[in-house]
């Protein structure tokens, strides 16, 4: 244990060891002398601006009623006697520290199987639909925020906070292409799962990486990863991945769903029947 935090606490909680920081906040191990239980806490002390620490306090309580297996549950969001936003979570990792999906993926040579792949992005994208029917949405999914906890569950850490510390004008702007960002930073993730690759520079479809694997995932990524285009939402997503049923009806762009199918002949016919009633008209 460190010396300087032997003694300080945060309410019940007492400070064990410092393990790091992400989103600007330190993070330490701490242990609840209520429950003689280990918890995370996060303490943001950098958060110079009044208003943006204000919606970061507002999302984290928002956060706190959300329940999902696969994400981080927030255990309590407040101040601490210096105005320092404070945030206690559980604690997901070992003896050793936080376990992130990156620590993982190492010590697995880089990739997961077929099916643990597949299962890991079904839950990434289970637990976002979710928090969408709470209204409730995070942008880009960081590496960095996913962690991996004692059982090998992937949970998303922070999730909303990306979203909470933007300008009003950012967060006006645009929802949808938060949504869309997110979705397709999930499927980005999930690419590195299944294939040990990454998708910067030129991408190699998985089909050619597996051997025997289903070509239905080639078209699942190519649409999931396409920067102008994509899925239409979370579930459009989920219900396109090559291991439902009825995916073959989903795997489209969202142009291809919304545009009406027009059958051309009928179309000519109608013009052509406009044209010569234009005609007519003049002789009656």
């Known amino acids: 244990m460190s010396k300087s935090l032997r003694n300080e606490y945060f309410g019940p909680y007492k400070l064990i060891r410092s393990i790091g920081s992400v989103h600007g906040a330190s993070r330490y191990i701490v242990l609840c002398n209520r429950t003689d239980t280990n918890y995370t806490l996060y303490r943001f002390e950098n958060i110079h601006n009044q208003h943006i620490r204000r919606q970061a306090f507002h999302a984290f309580l928002k956060m706190s009623a959300v329940e999902h297996p696969h994400i981080h549950k927030i255990i309590s969001a407040t101040y601490d006697d210096r105005g320092q936003l404070c945030v206690i979570t559980p604690y997901t990792g070992n003896h050793e520290g936080i376990v992130?999906?990156?620590?993982?993926?190492?010590?697995?040579?880089g990739k997961f199987g077929v099916i643990e792949a597949s299962r890991a992005i079904e839950h990434l994208l289970g637990a976002v639909a979710h928090a969408h029917k709470h209204g409730i949405v995070n942008g880009t999914i960081k590496q960095e925020d996913l962690l991996v906890d004692r059982y090998g569950c992937l949970q998303i850490q922070f999730y909303g906070y990306e979203s909470s510390i933007r300008s009003s004008e950012d967060q006006s702007a645009s929802k949808s292409s938060d949504i869309n960002d997110e979705v397709r930073s999930i499927i980005d993730h999930g690419y590195t799962m299944l294939t040990g690759l990454t998708t910067a520079g030129e991408r190699i479809n998985p089909s050619r990486v597996i051997k025997r694997l289903d070509r239905a995932?080639?078209?699942?990524?190519?649409?999931?990863?396409?920067?102008?285009?994509?899925?239409?939402?979370?579930?459009?997503?989920?219900?396109?991945?090559?291991?439902?049923?009825?995916?073959p009806e989903w795997l489209v762009k969202k142009s291809a769903r919304i545009i009406p199918t027009v059958q051309v002949g009928s179309l000519l016919r109608r013009r052509f029947r406009s044209s010569q009633s234009s005609q007519a008209r003049p002789n009656q």
Not at 217 to 226: E, H
Request: proline letters at 5%; a negative charge; hydrophobic letters at 40%.
């Open 217 to 247: 995932w080639d078209t699942w990524f190519d649409i999931g990863l396409d920067p102008l285009d994509g899925f239409e939402s979370v579930e459009h997503a989920i219900n396109a991945m090559p291991t439902n049923s009825n995916s």
């Open 100 to 109: 992130l999906l990156d620590d993982l993926l190492h010590r697995q040579d």
